[in-house]
């Protein structure tokens, strides 16, 4: 298992790491499946997580953009694979979210399949974001994704984000919780991040040097 973590495979940009600067973002376009993604070798970061955990947020800040990757209060509205070309030199690729239980078994499990191919089959993929809400306990969802990324040795940074919405001194048992459920070793603590304050964005551009450097 490869699992990416502060304080262990990653330098913090305060710390001596090196941060991407993001120079240049745009939208390349939504995909159906993985087969009919464009025919390239950029290195590819993918993001995973359930339905509204705020995977288009994340993008967002990262690249300093308030638009480029549409974040919506409703749940369940990427059903697409959508790319995300940073600096010329990698995409980032926003995956369906999953365990959104207001849709269809049959619709959950047909983005089941397409997130599940592309991760599969997805050559130049280098490492996955997977991301989790720190006010949550994590599902049973998170906990399967997780241990296939893992099964498939495919690198993975955590992510615990909003983290605005809980106070200082309750995110150490919030961690607790995620690390007991997700089964992680100490040192693998995921990494605090809240879209609206930025926390945490440096620490992010500097582990998705780290992946495809
Ligand atoms: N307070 C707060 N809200 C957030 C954060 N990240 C996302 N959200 C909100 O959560 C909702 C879902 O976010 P979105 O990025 O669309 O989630 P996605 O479905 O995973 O892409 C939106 O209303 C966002 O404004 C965060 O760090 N802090
Ligand atoms: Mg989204």
Redesign the pocket.
């Known amino acids: 298992m490869i699992l990416l973590s502060p304080g262990l495979a990653l330098p913090t940009g305060s710390k001596g790491g090196v941060e991407v600067l993001i120079k240049s973002s745009e939208f390349k376009g939504a995909f159906v499946d993985w087969n009919r993604l464009p025919e390239e070798d950029l290195p590819e970061i993918a ?1 995973v ?13 990262i690249v300093n953009r308030r638009n480029l ?5 409703t ?4 059903r697409t694979i959508n790319l995300y070309l940073l600096n010329n030199a990698f995409n980032l690729v ?1 995956l369906p ?1 999953y365990g959104y239980a207001k849709v269809a078994k049959a619709e959950q499990q047909k983005w089941g399949r397409i997130i599940e191919n592309y991760l599969q089959n997805r050559k130049q993929l280098r490492g996955v974001i997977h ?1 989790l809400d720190i006010r949550h306990e994590p599902g049973n969802h998170d906990l399967a994704m997780k241990e296939w990324l893992s099964h498939y040795e495919i690198p993975i940074l955590l992510i615990a ?5 809980v106070a200082r001194g309750a995110r150490q048992k919030q961690l607790q919780l995620i690390s007991r459920k997700l089964n992680l070793d100490p040192e693998h603590r995921p990494l605090v ?5 930025g926390e945490g964005a440096e620490e992010i551009r500097d582990a998705i040097g780290e992946i495809i450097n």
């Open positions: 993001l997580g359930r339905s509204n955990v705020g995977k288009s947020s994340l993008i967002n800040k990757a549409k974040s919506s209060s749940p369940g509205k990427t926003d979210g991301l984000t909003k983290a605005d919405k991040f809240s879209a609206a304050t």
